[in-house]
C-alpha cells in the first residue's frame, strides 16, 4: 500500500457535486480517505506525506474522451508508453483510445491487448472505443455487442459513417446494449479539401472544406437518431451552425451529446498561415464567428464536453506541401491550459470548465466513479496552478510526435501533480 497523503489547504473543487471551497484532502491507498477544512488538525494522518497546496487546486484527474493511442502498428507516432506519459504531464488521469489502429480494434482481442498493455505501462487508465464496422471500412456492423461485454466504452470508426441506413441500424444495435455511437459528423462527398472553405483557402490555392460539410452530416444523424432512439454522441464540433443545430434538438429533447476540441476556440483558419501543416486538422479550423459561437455553446451547455483529440504523427507526415501533410495534432498536455484560457478570459466560470474536462465526459463514457472526487472513491486527482503561467515547447513534450498547433504559445495554468488511484504517476519538481 502506498504511503498516506495530505495535500493541505488546496482549492478543492468537485464540478460533480458542486463542492467549491478550501480544505485538506487525504488518501490512504487507492481512496480519498478525507477531505474538507480542518482534516490536517484532527491529526488523522500523523504518517502521511504532507503535500502544502495553498493558492492551487485540486480537482478530479482529466477524464479524455478521444485520443489516438499509436498502438497497435502505428508505434512510429506514438505508443502507450508514451501517451500515457503525455497525458499523465497534461493532468489526465482516463482516456479513451480511438479503434483506428492497426490492426482495428473491431474484436475482442483488439480490447483485451490495450487492456493488457495499459496494465504493463501501469500510469493512467486506458479504456477504447470498438470500431462501428469492421475495419472501419463502413459495409459491415462489428460484434457490438461482444465487443460491449469485453469493455468497449462506445463505438466509433474514428471517421464519418457516411451510409445513413448502416448507421440506423448501429444506432439501433448499439441501443440495444445501452451503447453509445460516438460520429464524427463530416459528409465525405463535401469534405475533400484540406482547409476551410473561403477567402483565405481560395488566396493559399487550397482546397476547401466548407462547414455545411459538418452540418449536413449532424442533420441528417439527428434524424436517424430520432427514428431509433439510439444513443449519439457529435465528436469534434467545429462551426457556429452546428452548435445552433445541437441546441435545437437538445431543445427537442434528443438524448445527445457532443463535444470539441482546444482548436476550435483557440484558433482560427487564419493561424494556418503562410502553410502551415501543423494547423491542418480534421475538421479544419473555421473562422472567427465560429470560435466564437464555440466558446458560447460551451458555456450555456448546447457542446457538453472538451476532447484532446490527440493525433500525433511524426515528421515526415507533416514536414511536406500542405495538401499532402497529414491531418491533426498532439493535444494532450495542452488540454487543461487551453481550457484554462476561457477561464482567464472570463467566459467560462472554473467549475464549468473543469466539469467538461472530467464529470461530464466520464458519464458520457459511463465510466462510473470517475471524474468526481468523493469520500470513499478513486484517488484519481490532479493538482494544478490556475494561474501560473508558461510557454508550450513541442519540443519538450512527452509525446513521442511533436506536432503541436500550439507551439510557442503562452498560457496560464500548470499541472503539478497527477495521481491515479492514489499513486503519483506525475510531479513536476
Known amino acids: 500500500m502506498t504511503r498516506p497523503v495530505l495535500y493541505r489547504n488546496p482549492r478543492l473543487i468537485d464540478p460533480a457535486s458542486g463542492l467549491d471551497q478550501v480544505g485538506d484532502l487525504l488518501t490512504v491507498g487507492e481512496e480519498i480517505a478525507a477531505m474538507g477544512p480542518g482534516i490536517a488538525a484532527q491529526g488523522v494522518a500523523a504518517e502521511a506525506e504532507i503535500v502544502e497546496a495553498a493558492d492551487l487546486v485540486l480537482a478530479p484527474g482529466l477524464v479524455d474522451l478521444r485520443a489516438q493511442v499509436g498502438e497497435p502498428g502505428l ?34 482481442a483488439g480490447l483485451e491487448f490495450i487492456a493488457r498493455r495499459a ?3 501501469k500510469l493512467v487508465k486506458i479504456f477504447a472505443y470498438g470500431a462501428v464496422t469492421r475495419e472501419t471500412a463502413g459495409k459491415e456492423i462489428a460484434e457490438i ?31 440495444g446494449f445501452g451503447q453509445t455511437i460516438f460520429q464524427h459528423p463530416s459528409e465525405p462527398r463535401l469534405a475533400g479539401g484540406v482547409m476551410n472553405a473561403g477567402e ?4 493559399l490555392g487550397l482546397a476547401g472544406i466548407p462547414g455545411m460539410a459538418e452540418v449536413i452530416m449532424l442533420e441528417r444523424d439527428l434524424r436517424l437518431v430520432e427514428m431509433t432512439g439510439g444513443r449519439y454522441h457529435a465528436a469534434n464540433i467545429s462551426t457556429a451552425e452546428s452548435v445552433a443545430v445541437i441546441r435545437r434538438a437538445k431543445q427537442r429533447g434528443l438524448k445527445i451529446t457532443c463535444d470539441t476540441a482546444p482548436p476550435y476556440f483557440a484558433l482560427t483558419e487564419t493561424d494556418v498561415g503562410d502553410y502551415r501543416t ?22 450555456d451547455g448546447t457542446i457538453d464536453a472538451i476532447a484532446s483529440d490527440h493525433q500525433p504523427h511524426d515528421q515526415d507526415s507533416k514536414r511536406v506541401p500542405f495538401a499532402q501533410a497529414a491531418f491533426g495534432a498532439v493535444g494532450l498536455e495542452t488540454l487543461l491550459p487551453l481550457t484554462l484560457e476561457l477561464v482567464h478570459k472570463g467566459a467560462l466560470p472554473l467549475t464549468r470548465a473543469l466539469a467538461a474536462l472530467t464529470c461530464i465526459p466520464a458519464t458520457i463514457l459511463g465510466l462510473k466513479g470517475l471524474g468526481r472526487m468523493t469520500v470513499g472513491g478513486k484517488a484519481d486527482l490532479v493538482l494544478f496552478d490556475p ?30 501533480r497527477t495521481i491515479v488511484d492514489g499513486r503519483t504517476v506525475f510531479s513536476r519538481a
Not at 479513451?96 to 475482442?108: G, M, Y
Not at 469493455?151 to 448501429?170: E, K, Q, S
Not at 483565405?200 to 488566396?203: F, I, K, S, Y
Open 200 to 203: 483565405l483557402a481560395t488566396r
Open 75 to 108: 508505434e512510429h507516432n506514438e505508443t502507450l508508453q508514451t501517451a500515457s506519459r503525455s497525458a499523465a504531464a497534461g493532468g489526465i488521469t482516463a482516456l479513451a483510445a480511438l479503434p483506428n489502429t492497426d490492426p482495428v480494434i473491431d474484436d475482442e
Open 278 to 299: 501543423f494547423f491542418k486538422l480534421r475538421p479544419p479550423l473555421r473562422g472567427e464567428m465560429d470560435r466564437r459561437a464555440i466558446i458560447e455553446g460551451l458555456a
Open 145 to 175: 455487442g461482444l465487443l460491449a461485454e469485453a469493455g468497449a466504452v462506445g463505438f466509433t470508426d474514428g471517421g464519418p459513417i457516411a451510409d445513413p441506413a448502416l448507421l440506423r441500424r448501429a444506432l439501433a444495435y448499439a441501443g
Open 387 to 416: 494561474d501560473r503561467p508558461w510557454q508550450v515547447e513541442a519540443e519538450k513534450l512527452a509525446s513521442k510526435s511533436k506536432n503541436s498547433c500550439f507551439d510557442r504559445r503562452p498560457v496560464q495554468g500548470m499541472v503539478l
Open 119 to 121: 496494465r504493463e505501462v
